[in-house]
């Protein structure tokens, strides 16, 4: 199966700074990629599909890149919703996999 | 509005049995693939089991390949995971969930998950 590895784990940001997560394939994924968000004791919820296009609302301020096997998601001026866990998935092959997760938190 | 309501976790010994069930509401349920994800606590997400519409077709993590089964009633828009042989690593929320527009796609809507302990 494809491994995702996301770094940081955790990531330390003052509110209104810029956040960069990067999440690595194991193989190439092409655009089949996702990123998610997570808030403690909520479900996840869709960030980012195809790599970079935004889910039905989703603010500006996330912006995902990368293609193949190099993926990043951009929070600019983070808010204080913002701080989370993040994950990213691959829906390339199956089994769909997920990285480990980052947290993104207050500095 | 899309819904998915989880229901049917509990407390189960190990070796045991349990069924989920996730209702579905706000859309077509019969046009669309349906999977599970759980999420051990404390820890990350890992995909389960997925099925098409119809119910045709089905898809399992090896880690329970064999002892748990997906199917759908799509009469009563209801998504449904019986699990057998539990094991204490099954500990986890189960969340259902419909990936966008295939079997194999990121997952759009959520529900809100329906905790699963396996222990004596």
């Known amino acids: 199966e494809i491994v995702m590895t996301q770094s940081p784990a955790t990531l330390s940001v003052s509110p209104g700074e810029r956040a960069t997560l990067s999440c690595r394939a194991s193989?190439?994924?092409?655009?089949?990629f996702a990123w998610y968000q997570q808030k403690p004791g909520q479900a996840p919820s869709l960030l980012i599909y195809g790599a970079s296009t935004r889910a039905t609302g989703i603010p500006a301020r996330f912006s995902g890149s990368g293609s193949g096997t190099e993926f990043t998601l951009t929070i600019s001026c983070l808010q204080s919703e913002d701080f989370a866990v993040y994950y990213c998935q691959q829906y390339d092959y199956w089994p769909p996999t997920f990285g480990g997760g980052a947290k993104v938190e207050i500095k | 509005e899309v819904q998915l309501v989880e229901s049917g976790g509990g407390l189960v010994q190990p070796g045991g049995s349990l069924r989920l069930s996730c209702a579905a509401s706000g859309f077509t349920f019969s046009s669309y693939a349906m999977s599970w994800v759980r999420q051990a606590p404390g820890k990350g997400l890992e995909w389960v089991s997925s099925i098409s519409g119809s119910g045709g077709a089905t898809y399992y993590a090896d880690s329970v390949k064999g002892r748990f089964t997906i199917s759908r009633d799509n009469s009563k828009n209801t998504l449904y995971l019986q699990m057998n042989s539990l094991r204490a690593d099954d500990t986890a929320v189960y969340y259902c969930?419909?990936?966008?527009?295939?079997?194999?796609?990121?997952?759009?809507?959520w529900g809100q998950g329906t905790l699963v302990t396996v222990s004596s």
């Open positions: 193989q190439s994924v092409s655009s089949n």
């Open positions: 969930a419909t990936p966008q527009g295939r079997l194999l796609a990121a997952f759009e809507y």
